[in-house]
Nanobody, 120 residues
């Protein structure tokens, strides 16, 4: 019913930047929150950043001041600008969205993930 498509991952050197995009499409009435999570090999998936409809944001301590989440509500698209990347940022990054199909309940959807590798 809802598809989330991420793009923008890749290989970057330490200190470099990448911008991830996540576009939601399908049966969407409204989106309450969009977020980025990441999962490194052998580790649990963790929250990186979240943005709500009103623009409020929340970040993991490890990425504060380096990453910026933004959102284009008209395009149902979220972005993650990642600066000053470190090798420990290497992970598969997943987009998540809380979507209403017209009622009061919101359903959580995930994208397929995009690989970010920080290495020299």
């Amino acid at each position: 019913q809802v598809q989330l498509v991420e793009s923008g991952g890749g290989l970057v050197q330490p200190g470099g930047s990448l911008r991830l995009s996540c576009e939601a499409s399908g049966s969407i009435f409204s989106i309450k929150a969009m977020g980025w999570y990441r999962q490194a090999p052998g580790k649990q998936r963790e929250l990186v950043a979240t943005i709500f409809t009103n623009g409020d944001t929340d970040y993991a301590d490890s990425v504060k001041a380096r990453f910026t989440i933004s959102r284009d509500n008209a395009k149902n698209t979220a972005y993650l600008q990642m600066n000053s990347l470190k090798p420990e940022d290497t992970a598969v990054y997943y987009c998540n969205a809380d979507v209403s199909h017209g009622g009061t309940h919101y359903w959580g959807y995930w994208g397929q993930g995009t690989q970010v590798t920080v290495s020299s």
